[in-house]
């Protein structure tokens, strides 16, 4: 494919542009003629049947570039990977709506990729303008955009090999500036591959506390964080010290990890079980701001969408943006509130009254469990919260701090129910007791199952239990 009609070399920058070519593909072909003065013509994937036309590639076309990379630097030859198409290049309606030019063309980013250079490759490989295709389909089914430092969990090579490489961070490109175009601003970011290791480290503390130690790591990025697919070793294998970092970087900024899905279950020990239609024990007490409409429906449509997939033994995020393997979590916002984020998606489908109960059993697997401390250190002393959700049912279990907003457990009634979601609020030192309690959580080595811990006078109980309890369907 080639560039269309009319050549990048065509159009005098003063606006007139000839009709064939599109201003906002001229745009950003000026950022890629500025960086490759003497590729003018790289090879281009185009899509054979525009997205416009109902073809299903959102990417009208993806340019690659040979870059030499930066030896003084570090910087290996790579190939340079860019897309057309989530930003605005026609400004007249046909795939985004034009919005001025002010604001973001399109969806504001475009997304790059660098894919280091095999010994005696001629040509770039094709197959990452496919995955770039499958992202950019993702972000026009769901509207979501990307940020830097959001991860994509993919749960798959990138290139369909035996790779390592299964998932992506996203961060701003190197060497791309942002453009104005007549459609608005276009900001280039850049995929870059990593390991499970390390996206579940970015999970459990953030996407740039990541990326800044992936460009620590030649091998593993550098610091243009070039995607090298023959990669076999996790930057904590190459440096076992990075470990601490991630560590000390929760207990420093908190957890970006909302939410897992988990063998866990919970009871409520304040009334006998077969009291179940006993209206007496449901106390009505002070009514919980109630979400509006839109919020319950786009919660249960989550809830449907996003937490029947997890099927996987691992723990992955629970996520609303959660589509053919992808899920995206955003950065909490600085109020941590439990109406707006999908962890806290679990609304019975009646608004049915909230129950107080004066006592309550918590059950976890010791995967779940391995996980407590996290959620404590990372999440709540931050003043965030954590929800488990069960596989197996619909039971889920929320801790939340005093600093969330939204939430119908209070400081006076701690433990509340509504239907099988259980909230549970915990204070500042009684979360610092139960970390010092629960220290031997974080060494499962010497873990015997079944484990009880249990603090009588906040009439709370955890008890750490074989898988098979949880696979039990009476559970």
């Not at 570090?74 to 030019?101: A, C, I, K």
């Not at 904590?236 to 988990?262: C, W, Y």
């Amino acid at each position: 494919g080639g560039p269309p009609a009319g050549g990048p070399g065509s159009g005098s920058g003063s606006g007139s542009f000839p009709s064939l070519f599109p201003p906002g593909l001229h745009g950003i072909y000026g950022e890629c003629r500025r960086l490759y003065p003497d590729q003018p013509n790289p090879l281009q994937v185009t899509a054979i049947l525009k997205y416009w036309l109902g073809g299903p590639d959102p990417l009208d076309y993806v340019s690659m570039y040979r870059n030499l990379g930066n030896p003084a630097l570090n910087v290996p030859e790579h190939w340079h990977y860019v897309s057309f198409g989530l930003s605005d290049l026609y400004g007249d309606n046909r795939v985004h709506e034009f919005t001025g030019t002010d604001g973001p063309s399109g969806f504001g980013f475009e997304l790059t990729f660098r894919l280091k250079r095999e010994t005696g490759e001629s040509a770039p490989p094709t197959w990452p303008a496919e995955l770039m295709q499958g992202l950019a389909r993702y972000v026009f089914q769901s509207e979501n955009t990307f940020c830097s430092g959001d991860h994509v969990s993919w749960h798959s090579p990138l290139d369909n090999s035996e790779s390592r490489i299964q998932h992506m961070l996203l961060t701003e490109d190197p060497q791309m500036q942002p453009v104005q175009t007549p459609f608005g601003v276009v900001t280039f970011l850049q995929i870059v591959g990593v390991c499970t290791e390390e996206l579940h480290a970015a999970q459990q503390w953030n996407g740039q506390g990541i990326l800044e130690l992936l460009r620590t790591v030649p091998v593993a990025g550098g610091p243009w964080l070039i995607t090298d697919m023959r990669r076999g070793e996790t930057i904590f294998e190459i440096d076992p010290h990075l470990q601490e970092r991630v560590d000390k970087g929760i207990e420093t900024d908190g957890s970006n990890l909302s939410g897992v899905s988990a063998k866990c279950a919970w009871d409520d020990l304040s009334r006998p079980p077969e009291d179940d239609e006993d209206s007496r024990s449901i106390c009505i007490g002070t009514q919980p701001r109630r979400l509006s409409g839109k919020d319950t429906e786009q919660i249960r449509e989550t809830l449907r969408r996003g937490l029947e997939i997890n099927s996987k033994p691992v723990l992955p995020p629970i996520n609303a943006q959660r589509q053919n393997g992808l899920n995206l979590d955003r950065a909490p916002s600085r109020k941590d509130s439990l109406e707006s984020e999908s962890s806290a998606a679990i609304i019975p489908h009646e608004l049915i009254r909230t129950r107080q109960l004066e006592s309550v059993h918590l059950k976890f697997n010791q995967e779940s469990g391995a996980l407590i401390p996290l959620c404590l250190r990372g999440r709540l002393l931050h003043g965030r919260h954590f929800t488990y959700k069960s596989i197996t049912g619909d039971t889920a279990i929320t801790f939340v701090s005093t600093g969330v907003e939204g939430a119908f457990a209070t400081e006076e009634h701690p433990y509340a129910a509504h239907g099988p979601w259980l909230q549970i609020l915990l204070t500042e030192e009684f979360v610092e007791r139960m970390l010092e309690d629960l220290e031997d959580l974080n060494s499962p080595e010497e873990f015997k199952l079944p484990k009880e811990y249990s603090w009588p006078e906040k009439k709370l109980k955890v008890s750490i239990l074989p898988d098979a309890v949880f696979d039990n369907p009476l559970h």
